[in-house]
C-alpha cells in the first residue's frame, strides 16, 4: 500500500511517499533549469517554492538520442520532457536515522542516460538501511562541449552541485551527510573520479564506488574536437552565443550526423573531460593513485562485447589490428602476452581485450597498484547466453542493484540469471556503503581481486604481464 510523505528541504516541501517501509521523493531540483540565460553557464540554485511540491514522478531527462541499432536493443532508454533536468531523487527507509548514503551516478558515454531507468530504482538499498540518491546532469553538447568563453565540464559541474545538495540537505531524509558514498558505472564512473580529483568536491565524499570508468581527462584541445567538429557543421563560433542560439534538437540531430557510423576506438570523436583549472585542474587518473578515499573499483571481463558485435569482431583482421596497435601505441609484446592469454580467441577478440585494457581495465590496476591498501577491486566474469555478450560492458548493474526481473536487466542478461550472484553482489556493496569492508581483502601486493562469475572467489589478478605493457592513454 502507498501513502503520502513529506520532507522539508531548504527549497521548501516535498511530497513524496512510502510504500513498504521505503520513502521516495522524486525530481527534486538540485539547481536551476540549464535554459534560457541558464544554458551553457555553471548550475545556479535552484528556485525555492510555496505550498509542498509534487516528489512522485521523475524530473525531466536531459536533452540525448536513444541508443540505435543492436545496442538500443540491449540498453533501454527514457524519454521525459520539460526544463528542469537537474533534479535527484531519493529512496529512504522510513526510520532511517544518520543512515549511511549512497549517490548514484548513470553512464551512457556522457551522452545518454538517465536515473529514471527502472534499473536504478533505490528501493533494494534503503531497505538495507542506506539512503539511496540518484540524479540527472547535462549531458553531450550541453554538458561537455569545449567553447571559448563558457565554463566547462558542466554536467561534471552539475554532479558536484548535486553532491553539494546531498551534503546540505540529506538529513532531512535521514542520511549522514559525513557518510556518503559515491558510485557510478561507465561515464558515471568518470564522473565519480572527477568529482574525486576537485578537492571540494572530494572533501564531500567518504568513499567512492566506480564500475567500469575511464579516468582520464583530455588536453582542452582533443576534448574540444567534437566541439569544433559540431560547430563547423552547423556554420557557426565555438563560443556560448552561437552555442546557445542553437536549438537542443538541432545540435542532437548535428551530432547523430556527425557520429555516424563510429565506434569507441575510431571515427568522429565523443564527448569527454577537459582539463580546466576552474573545474578540473588535473586528470583524475593521476588524482586518484594520491588520495586515501576508501574506493571500490572494478569491470567486466568482456566489456567490449557490447560496444563490437560478433560480427564486427569477425571483420577485424590481423592487419587491422596492427593498425589499432600502432595507433594506441600498444608494443608487440603486449600483443603476444595477450595471445598467450587467450589461445582460442579470434583476432577480433584480441582486439576487444585490449581495447578494453586500454580504456579501463589498465588505469584502474594502476590507481589499486598506487594505493593498495585502501582499494578494493573486483571483476565481473559471469557470461550472459544473450548475443554472445558474455561478460559485457553494464551487464552487471543488474547484479549490483539486485533487480535480475527488471525488463532492462533481462535485456542483456536473459531471465535466467544467477540469484544467488546478484543476491552476492548486492551484499558486497551494500556492506562497503555501510562497513567500507566489501568481504574480501584490499587489492594489497599480492593485487587480489573479487571475481564474480556462478563462483564466487579471490583471485590475483589476471592478465597483468600483458595490461602492465600498455601505455597510458
Do not use: C
Request: charged share 20%; proline share 8%; net charge negative.
Amino acid at each position: 500500500m502507498t501513502t503520502p510523505s513529506t520532507a522539508s528541504v531548504s527549497t521548501g516541501v516535498l511530497r513524496g511517499t512510502v510504500e513498504d517501509g521505503v520513502r521516495r521523493f522524486l525530481g527534486i531540483p538540485y539547481a536551476a533549469p540549464p535554459f534560457g540565460d541558464n544554458r551553457f553557464r555553471a548550475p545556479q540554485p535552484a528556485p525555492a517554492w510555496t505550498g509542498e511540491r509534487d516528489a512522485v514522478s521523475f524530473g525531466p531527462t536531459s536533452p540525448q538520442l536513444p541508443y540505435s541499432g543492436a545496442t538500443g536493443e540491449l540498453l533501454g532508454s527514457v524519454r521525459i520532457d520539460g526544463e528542469d533536468i537537474l533534479t535527484v531523487n531519493v529512496w529512504s527507509p522510513v526510520d532511517a536515522s544518520d543512515a549511511p548514503v549512497l549517490l548514484w551516478i548513470h553512464g551512457g558515454a556522457l551522452e545518454r542516460g538517465t536515473a529514471a531507468l527502472s534499473i536504478y530504482d533505490g528501493t533494494g538499498f534503503a531497505r538495507a538501511g542506506i539512503v539511496f540518491a540518484s540524479i540527472n546532469y547535462r549531458l553531450g553538447s550541453e554538458g561537455f562541449s569545449v567553447l571559448e568563453d563558457a565554463p566547462r565540464n558542466l554536467g561534471l559541474r552539475d554532479a558536484a552541485a548535486a553532491l553539494d545538495w546531498v551534503h546540505r540537505e540529506i538529513a532531512a531524509f535521514g542520511g549522514d551527510p559525513a557518510r556518503v558514498t559515491v558510485m557510478g558505472e561507465s561515464a558515471g564512473g568518470a564522473i565519480i573520479a572527477g568529482l574525486l580529483a576537485r578537492p571540494e568536491s572530494r572533501a564531500l565524499i567518504a568513499q567512492a564506488i566506480i564500475e567500469s570508468g575511464p579516468l582520464e581527462a583530455q588536453t582542452p584541445e582533443k576534448a574540444g574536437r567534437v566541439t569544433a567538429q559540431l560547430a563547423k557543421r552547423l556554420g557557426i563560433r565555438a563560443d556560448r552565443e552561437s552555442f546557445a542560439g542553437v536549438d537542443p534538437d538541432q545540435l542532437l540531430q548535428a551530432r547523430r550526423e556527425q557520429a555516424a557510423g563510429s565506434s569507441p576506438l575510431g571515427g568522429a570523436p565523443g564527448f569527454q573531460f577537459s582539463i580546466d583549472p576552474d573545474s578540473l585542474p588535473r586528470s583524475p587518473h593521476e588524482v586518484l593513485g594520491e588520495i586515501d578515499t576508501p574506493l571500490l573499483i572494478g569491470s567486466n571481463t568482456d566489456e567490449y562485447r557490447l560496444w563490437f558485435p560478433p560480427e564486427a569482431l569477425a571483420g577485424i583482421s590481423r592487419a587491422k589490428l596492427l593498425i589499432a596497435r600502432l595507433a594506441l601505441r600498444i608494443p608487440g609484446r603486449a600483443v603476444a602476452a595477450y595471445r598467450a592469454d587467450f589461445p582460442s580467441a579470434s583476432t577480433g577478440e584480441i582486439f576487444g581485450q585490449l581495447a578494453t585494457d586500454v580504456m579501463l581495465r589498465a588505469p584502474l590496476s594502476r590507481v589499486a597498484a598506487a594505493r593498495p591498501a585502501d582499494t578494493h577491486v573486483y571483476e565481473f566474469a559471469w557470461p550472459s547466453p544473450v548475443r554472445d555478450l558474455r561478460a559485457a560492458h553494464a551487464l552487471e548493474l543488474g547484479f549490483v542493484f539486485d533487480r535480475l526481473d527488471d525488463p532492462e536487466t533481462q535485456r542483456m542478461a536473459g531471465t535466467d540469471a544467477p540469484r544467488e550472484l546478484a543476491a552476492d553482489m548486492h551484499r558486497a556493496w551494500v556492506s562497503f556503503v555501510t562497513t567500507g569492508d566489501p568481504g574480501w581483502p584490499a587489492f594489497g601486493s599480492e593485487r587480489r581481486t573479487r571475481l564474480f562469475d556462478a563462483v564466487t572467489t579471490t583471485v590475483p589478478q589476471r592478465r597483468t604481464i600483458g595490461m602492465d605493457l600498455l601505455p597510458s592513454r
